[in-house]
C-alpha cells in the first residue's frame, strides 16, 4: 500500500507460484488411480503397436481405421520420425519414417486414437551420450507438442543407454503437457534407476510362454518403487512367430485377463505388423482384438478405481479356489481372482480360469465387503457380463460365497 509519497505504508509478503497454462489434448498421471489422464480424465489405453508404416502411409491410415471401429483408442508407430543426422534407424526393418507425420498424427485424431510418439531414432542415440541430436529432438517436440492426437513421447524400447533421464528431462521442459512412456522387455529391468528416472510410464513386454505366467510378469509392477505408476500390460498377439508358440484367440483372451487380475491398467498389443500367422483363417486374432476391447470398455471404471487408497471403501478381499469336472481340486493358480470396488458402490470380481478345461469356481469375499457380506447383507446375486445370454445370468451370492 502506498502513500502520498514514494515511500509503502505496510509491506506484506506474498509467495506466488507459477502453474502451466493448460492445453487442450494434455496427458498425465493419476498416482492415485495408477492410471493415464487425458484432458484431466481417467483413461484406459487399448491398442497396438504398429508397424505399417512397413506398406506406406495410405495402409497405416487404413490399419488406424480398422482399429477404430475395433474400439481401439491409442497406437505407438514404429519409425514415425527418424533420427535424420542424429543416428541411424533403431527398428529399420519395421518401416520407414514418412517425410512428415501429419498426414498421420492427423488421421489418429480425427479417428479419436491417441499417438505415443515414436522417437527411439532420436531419443537411443542420445541415450548413449551422442550429443548430435538435441537439436533434433528439440525440433521434433517443439513442432508437434501442440497436436491432439499426442498422447506421449515414446523414448525407449527394450533397452537404451544410461543417459534416458537426461533425455527425459529435456522433453519435460520442452513439454510439461504430455507424459513420457517406453516398454521393456523383462520385468527384471522394471526397476533400473535409468527407466524409472527416464520415463512416466514403464510398459512391460508380457509374452507368456504359460498364460499365468502374465499374471505373474505384471504382478512384478505392483512393487515399489512403481506400485504408484500405471501398469500397462504389453500382450503378444500374433499366432505364429517365435517360441514355437500358437497363440489362439483363447490363449489371447487369457493372457490379457491375467494382466488385468495382477492390477493392469492399460493394454498396448503386439500384433499390427508384417508378422507370419497374424490372423490367419482359423486364428481370427483381429476379432478377438475387438471382443476385448468392447469388454475393456465396461470393465475399465472398474479396472482403474481409486478404492486401493480408499479409507471408506477400499478394494474388496476375495479368496478363491477350483475344483476339476471330476471334484478334484485344482492347483493353487488354475483360477486367479481380483474384486475391485467403484467409486458407486458397484464390485467387480474377475475370475480367470488358467487351464484349458472348465472349473468350477469358488470365491469367498471377507465379512464386511459392503454390499455383499456385511452386517445388512448376508444374501444377494451378482450379475455375469458378456455372455449372449439375455437378460443377463444371475448367480445368488450367500454369505460372501459365490460358486
Known amino acids: 500500500m502506498l502513500g502520498p509519497g514514494a515511500a509503502p505504508i505496510a509491506e ?3 509467495r506466488l507460484q507459477l502453474v502451466p497454462t493448460k492445453q487442450r489434448g494434455s496427458s498425465a498421471v493419476d498416482h492415485k488411480r495408477r492410471s493415464l489422464l487425458v484432458d484431466g480424465r481417467p483413461f484406459f489405453p487399448m491398442g497396438w503397436f504398429s508397424t505399417y508404416l512397413s506398406y506406406g502411409e495410405e495402409a497405416t491410415v487404413s490399419s488406424l481405421v480398422d482399429m477404430a471401429r475395433a474400439g481401439a483408442n491409442s497406437v505407438m508407430l514404429y519409425s514415425l520420425f527418424g533420427g535424420g543426422e542424429a543416428g541411424p534407424d533403431v527398428f529399420h526393418d519395421r518401416g520407414n519414417a514418412p517425410a512428415s507425420p501429419g498426414k498421420l498424427l492427423d488421421a489418429a485424431a480425427a479417428l479419436g486414437i491417441k499417438v505415443q510418439v515414436y522417437l527411439l531414432d532420436i531419443t537411443r542415440p542420445l541415450s548413449e551420450g551422442n550429443a548430435s541430436g538435441w537439436g533434433k529432438l528439440e525440433e521434433v517436440v517443439s513442432a508437434w507438442r501442440h497436436h491432439p492426437a499426442v498422447l506421449s513421447w ?3 524400447d527394450d533397452n537404451s543407454g544410461p543417459y534416458l533421464p537426461d533425455v527425459y528431462r529435456r522433453i519435460k521442459e520442452l ?5 513420457v512412456t517406453m516398454a521393456i522387455a523383462g520385468s527384471g529391468d522394471a526397476y533400473r ?9 514403464i510398459m512391460l513386454e508380457n509374452y507368456p510362454k504359460t498364460v499365468d505366467f502374465a499374471f505373474a510378469t505384471m504382478n512384478v509392477l505392483t512393487r515399489w518403487p512403481l506400485e504408484f505408476m500405471p ?3 504389453c500382450n503378444r498377439a500374433w499366432s505364429l512367430f517365435e517360441d514355437s508358440g500358437v497363440i489362439t484367440p483363447e490363449v489371447y483372451r487369457s493372457q490379457l485377463y491375467h494382466a488385468l487380475a495382477a492390477g493392469a491398467t492399460g493394454e498396448m498389443w503386439f500384433a499390427y505388423r508384417n508378422a507370419n500367422g497374424w490372423n490367419n483363417p482359423g486364428v481370427a486374432l483381429a476379432a478377438a482384438g475387438l471382443q476385448a476391447d468392447q469388454q475393456l470398455l465396461d470393465l475399465a471404471p472398474a479396472l482403474i478405481s481409486p478404492s486401493a487408497y480408499s479409507q471408506t471403501a477400499p478394494p474388496p478381499s476375495v479368496a478363491v479356489s477350483a475344483s476339476l469336472p471330476g471334484g478334484a481340486p485344482a492347483g493353487a493358480t488354475a483360477v486367479r481372482a481380483r474384486a475391485f470396488s467403484e467409486e458407486g458402490g458397484c464390485v467387480t470380481l474377475l475370475l480367470v480360469n488358467g487351464l484349458n478345461e472348465p472349473v468350477e469356481a469358488r470365491a469367498a469375499f471377507a465379512r464386511g465387503t459392503p454390499g455383499v457380506f456385511d452386517g445388512e447383507t448376508a444374501s444377494t446375486e451378482a450379475l455375469v457380463p458378456f455372455e449372449l445370454a439375455r437378460p443377463p445370468r444371475r448367480v445368488p451370492v450367500r454369505r460372501g460365497v459365490i460358486t
Open 231 to 233: 501398469a500397462v500390460t
Open 12 to 14: 506484506h509478503l506474498v
Open 175 to 179: 513439454d510439461p503437457h504430455h507424459i
Open 193 to 201: 534407476d535409468k527407466y524409472t528416472g527416464g520415463a512416466d510410464v
Open 154 to 156: 515414446y523414448v525407449a
